[in-house]
């Protein structure tokens, strides 16, 4: 899952170098937090939050699949 997360923020981004997910394995959850750099935060952010809640969205039908849940941070 962390590298479909990785696919989709670097197709949404120019600068690929910037791009860093981090990993954080809970109990009950995995927590993906997702960096880019801070000119491009609005392009995996969208407007009003549509493209992050999409992301969230395909990150939580990938970990049903896997009988997981998972929850994506963008910073």
Sequence with gaps: MKALLEY???????????V????RTGRFTVTYE??????????????NGRV??????????AAARQNKRVHVDIE
């Design 52 to 61: 992050a809640k999409s992301i969230r969205d395909l990150m939580g039908v």
């Design 34 to 47: 997702l960096s880019v750099a801070p000119n491009e935060t609005g392009k995996v952010i969208g407007r």
């Design 8 to 18: 989709i923020a670097l197709n949404l981004v120019d600068n690929h170098a910037a």
């Design 20 to 23: 860093q997910v981090k990993e």
